[in-house]
């Protein structure tokens, strides 16, 4: 009896105050949370690393643990079932960058089908009052390792994403709108200039486009915006973004995930990583020029019996010089190779220096 009076003690103290969920941050949250210096204000507990949580979370109760994805280094899958193990009925919320979204995802369709201690992520900067803004978690039936636990959907961050997405989405295509891509350039091409990423930027746009919302009406219009954007999204590779940033305009941002960094660190002989690096925008090329060639080829039925082969696209490449480069001169740059490739005919994509 007296331990268990003990318990709740232990557990009235952690919620004491405000009656805010008890939250604890993991990582360097300089740049995962928007101000910072209020995450003791907030009543947050904060830790440098996975083994000091771990041993936090033994003694603590926390209801939210919020983890920068950045700070959990090589060993994703191991630390984040050490934590798990340390306070099994917390739910895990990742903070990542816009860059490490493939890797968020990864996670989170992993933990769907296997133990993996992952409820949700959220895209960075997050306002740390949002993180602690009173509402306790909706107790779901235990996990596999017999703990209570806390659904995804049954507390505030899973809004807060949802929200997220409405803001960096496009509403016609669902597609990242021009803010996310924009957004994402800057942050990849810092990425890129500190660790030798490469960087290739593609944009396009429906040739005539004006044709089809005057002759066809502008429902039409939307079908062939929607159309290009499934048909882009299907010839691109799954980490690559995908975004309309105006009008007909589309932009991809090909680039390394990880994994792919390392395997360029590996390649020490200069003239070897020129060439390396050479196939990058190749590879970009190859992926746009698929795109073009499937979408003047497709049959679209909604533009009537001569919908066949009547769409066409022009389209500009240029690739990250990480000597000077900024993302606004890439956008420059891809945008006067598209500007190019209209003038020249249209039906056709050009990379920056070399027309094709």
Same mark, same amino acid.
């Given at each position: ?44 507990r904060a830790c440098g690393d996975i083994v000091e949580a771990a ?31 340390a306070s099994p009925g917390s739910a895990i919320i990742l903070l ?43 107790k779901v039936p235990p996990r596999q390792t017999g703990q209570v ?75 062939? *915006?929607? #159309? !290009?954007?499934?048909? &882009?999204?299907?010839?691109? /590779? ?8 105006? =009008? ?82 890439? *956008?420059? #740059? !891809?945008?006067?190779? &598209?500007?190019?490739?209209? /003038? ?8 920056? =220096?070399?027309?094709?």
């Amino acid at each position: 009896m007296k331990k268990n009076s003990s318990q709740k003690a232990h557990n009235q103290a952690v919620t004491a105050g405000s009656g805010a969920p008890a939250v604890l941050l993991i990582g360097d949250i300089s740049g995962a949370v928007t101000n910072p210096r209020q995450v003791a204000e907030q009543g947050c507990r904060a830790c440098g690393d996975i083994v000091e949580a771990a041993a936090l979370a033994r003694v603590e109760r926390f209801e939210r643990i919020f983890v920068v994805l950045s700070s959990l280094g090589a060993h994703l899958e191991s630390s984040l079932k050490a934590l798990q193990q340390a306070s099994p009925g917390s739910a895990i919320i990742l903070l990542a960058q816009m860059y490490e979204e493939p890797i968020a995802r990864r996670l989170l369709c992993s933990a769907k089908s296997s133990s993996m201690p992952v409820d949700d992520y959220l895209i960075c900067p997050v306002d740390v009052k949002s993180l602690t803004n009173g509402t306790a978690l909706v107790k779901v039936p235990p996990r596999q390792t017999g703990q209570v636990g806390f659904g995804r959907g049954d507390y505030p961050e899973a809004r807060i994403r949802e929200l997220q997405r409405l803001a960096t989405e496009d509403d016609l295509t669902g597609l990242k709108n021009r803010r996310y891509v924009r957004e994402f350039l800057r942050q990849i091409i810092e990425r890129a200039k500190k660790e030798g990423l490469r960087v290739t930027l593609f944009l396009f746009d429906i040739d005539n486009f004006k044709h089809y919302n005057d002759t066809y009406g502008h429902n039409v219009g939307d079908m062939v *915006l929607k #159309q !290009a954007a499934v048909m &882009m999204r299907r010839c691109c /590779r799954a980490h690559d973004v995908v975004g309309r940033i105006g =009008g007909d305009e589309f932009a991809v941002i090909f680039w390394d995930l990880p994994t792919q960094v390392n395997k360029n660190k590996e390649v020490n002989n200069k003239a070897e990583r020129r060439r390396a690096d050479a196939g990058h925008p190749s590879e970009a090329l190859f992926i746009s020029e698929r795109f073009r060639s499937q979408i003047s080829s497709a049959d679209f039925s909604f533009l009537g019996y001569e919908g066949k082969g009547v769409l066409t696209v022009s389209g500009g490449l240029a690739s990250f010089s990480p000597d000077t480069m900024t993302a606004r001169d890439l *956008l420059e #740059q !891809a945008d006067r190779a &598209m500007l190019e490739a209209k /003038r020249s005919g249209k039906n056709q994509i050009y990379l920056v =220096g070399k027309p094709k």
